[in-house]
Structure formats: structure tokens, C-alpha cells
């Protein structure tokens, strides 16, 4: 699969060919994201520095940003939770903030 045929799969919500991460609301590093931030107000960092909070050793970093992206709104509305990216001179930053 091209990297072109992916992305019309992505978007057509089909499942793509095996060896490519399924991005859905039900993804386990999302659930994980929702019960950590229950107890914290903010968070900070890279996806990298994200994944090591969460202890999560399956995620790869560009799934990360790719989850928020995607998903960004169903996490502001249903649980409150804001995601804002910037960008450093090499590093893309992540800040998370719960808002209920």
C-alpha cells in the first residue's frame, strides 16, 4: 500500500493492509491519555516524553501526533481535554490541559 492509497483509506475510514496502526477513538494510547490526564491539570513535552509518562511502550511518537490531530475535538468535548502543538527549533511540543 503507497503511502497515497493509505491516506484515501484513512479517510474513507477503511481499514488499512496489515503493519499500519489503526487510528480510531478506541485506540489504547487515547484511553490511556484520558485516565492520566483525570488526575493531572497539565502536561508538557514531545510525544516521546508523553509515551514515557504514560509508560506506553507500543505507541510509536508519530502515532501520537497523528491520534491528537485526528481526534482532537472528541477529546475537548467529551473529556475536557485541550491539545495544543508548537513547534522549537527542532521539536515539536505538546501541551495538554484539562479543562473541566
Given at each position: 500500500?503507497?503511502?497515497?492509497?493509505?491516506?484515501?483509506?484513512?479517510?474513507?475510514?477503511?481499514?488499512?493492509?496489515?503493519?499500519?496502526?489503526?487510528?480510531?477513538?478506541?485506540?489504547?494510547?487515547?484511553?490511556?491519555?484520558?485516565?492520566?490526564?483525570?488526575?493531572?491539570?497539565?502536561?508538557?513535552?514531545?510525544?516521546?516524553?508523553?509515551?514515557?509518562?504514560?509508560?506506553?511502550k507500543s505507541?510509536?511518537?508519530?502515532?501520537?501526533?497523528?491520534?491528537?490531530?485526528?481526534?482532537?475535538?472528541?477529546?475537548?468535548?467529551?473529556d475536557g481535554?485541550?491539545?495544543?502543538?508548537?513547534?522549537?527549533?527542532?521539536?515539536?511540543?505538546?501541551?495538554?490541559?484539562?479543562?473541566?
Amino acid at each position: 500500500m503507497t503511502k497515497g492509497d493509505l491516506i484515501v483509506a484513512m479517510a474513507l475510514e477503511d481499514k488499512p493492509k496489515e503493519g499500519y496502526p489503526v487510528l480510531t477513538e478506541g485506540h489504547p494510547f487515547l484511553q490511556r491519555l484520558v485516565r492520566f490526564m483525570a488526575t493531572k491539570e497539565h502536561c508538557l513535552g514531545t510525544a516521546t516524553d508523553l509515551l514515557k509518562e504514560l509508560n506506553d511502550k507500543s505507541t510509536p511518537p508519530n502515532t501520537v501526533t497523528k491520534l491528537l490531530n485526528k481526534f482532537w475535538y472528541t477529546l475537548y468535548h467529551r473529556d475536557g481535554i485541550d491539545v495544543r502543538f508548537r513547534r522549537t527549533n527542532r521539536k515539536r511540543i505538546i501541551e495538554i490541559f484539562k479543562n473541566k
